[in-house]
Every structure is written in C-alpha cells, then in structure tokens.
C-alpha cells in the first residue's frame, strides 16, 4: 500500500540534543511538507520542498533544518536552538508542488511523530 | 493574509443528532478548500476539496458546501465513530504553495 511512513511514534529529547523525525513516501509524489501541530493551534508550516535538492521555509522554520536528497525522503532535524520543542510533528506529501491547472493540490499525512522533552 | 477560523472549537452531539461545522475564511483568490478528518494521535485524513461557491460534496452522513466566505460540513445522523477533530484549510493565490489551516472542531457523538 502507498503511503507516507514517519518515524519513531514518540520521541524525546534531552537539552542540548538535536534529534531527527524521518519522512519516507511511496506515492512518487513531488512536493513534501513538514508541520507542527500545538493543542488548540491550527497546523503550522515549517519547511517544504517542491522539487529535490530544494526546500523553502515556511511560517515556524527557526530552529529546525531539512534536507531533500532523493525524491521520496524528508527529514526533519529539531535543532537545539528550537526552545520549545514539544508538540506532533506531521509530515505530509502531494502530487506537484505547483499545481498545473492552478487548482489546490490536497495533502496525504502520515501518521505523525510525538516529540516530547526530557 | 490567509485566514481561516472554524467554530464551534468543540461540539458535543447525541448519536442520530444532526449539526454543521463552520469554517470562515478569507483568502486573495481560492485554489480550494480543503476539509480533514484527525483521529487522537493521528494525522489528518482527506476528506473533501471544494474549489468555487456553490459546490457541494458528500461522502457518506458528511456533506460540504461552500459560499465565497465561508464553508460548512454537514453532518447528518452522526453515530459515535464520526468523533473527531475536523479541520478546514485554504490553498489561495497569493503566491504562497502552502495550505492554512484552521485550529479544528472536536466533535463528540454519544450513544
């Protein structure tokens, strides 16, 4: 079945730590998106990226780092100078980064990563 | 700026009990419109994309609709495992590929 793989479930981190969240998809999708989500806040965008070997910033990218080197992978390192770590992180993918006929392109998630400080 | 506001932030109904969840937006030209499902400790599944005013979807006892301010989903006999969190996001074209999204709905269906 295609889809999108985050891993660990639940991670944690000590102070001073950087710490990795892993994006792997099978749905040969371009574009992937990474986004923080806080009890009683919408999902905010920290970085995507349209295309390999390209990523932008989104709205919360401070403290955080990306890497894009093939197509179907897109981690996420939480630096140690994101101060407030704690929240679910969601990665998520869609077909083009741009959509062609300028209609919006819906999202596929995975199943999120719980990120919690020790 | 894109905004997108849900209400109400929580709604608890009896199963067999029908409501609509609001969402209100304001956006420089939509692209389209976007409801998700989100189970606890999961992420957000698809649910309908809504493109111009007047367009209606509907899966199952959900129903979207959309005017240029706002869009609803209707939820028509709901039984216990239609409880969720429901979010609502926008695509505009103000330049931006990113969605916004709003804080969501809880909604709760007792037996």
């Known amino acids: 079945d295609g889809g999108i793989t985050q891993s660990p479930k639940y991670l944690f981190r000590k102070e001073g730590q950087n710490v990795t969240l892993s994006c792997e998809q099978n749905l040969n999708h371009d574009a992937m998106y990474w986004y923080r989500q806080d009890p009683g806040q919408g999902l905010r965008l920290i970085y995507y990226s349209q295309i390999v070997n390209d990523f932008q910033k989104g709205d919360i990218a401070e403290g955080y780092s990306v890497s894009r080197e093939k197509k179907e992978s897109f981690p996420l390192t939480v630096t140690s100078a994101q101060k407030n770590p704690t929240a679910f992180y969601l990665c998520?993918?869609?077909?083009?980064?741009?959509?062609?006929?300028?209609?919006?392109?819906?999202?596929?998630f995975g199943s999120g990563t719980q990120l919690s400080v020790l | 700026e894109d905004q997108v506001t849900q209400s109400p932030e929580a709604l608890r109904l009896q199963e067999g009990e029908s409501s609509s969840l609001n969402c209100s937006y304001t956006v420089s030209g939509l692209r389209g419109l976007f409801w998700y499902r989100q189970d606890p400790g999961k992420g957000p599944e698809f649910l309908f994309t809504l493109y111009s005013a007047g367009e209606e979807k509907e899966k199952e006892r959900l129903k979207a609709t959309l005017t240029k301010k706002e869009s609803f989903l209707h939820i028509t006999a709901p039984k216990p495992e239609d409880s969720a969190t429901y979010l609502c996001a926008v695509h505009g074209q103000g330049g931006s590929e990113k969605l916004v999204f709003g804080k969501g709905m809880k909604l709760t269906v007792n037996p």
């Open positions: 998520a993918s869609s077909i083009k980064g741009r959509p062609l006929s300028g209609a919006g392109e819906k999202l596929f």
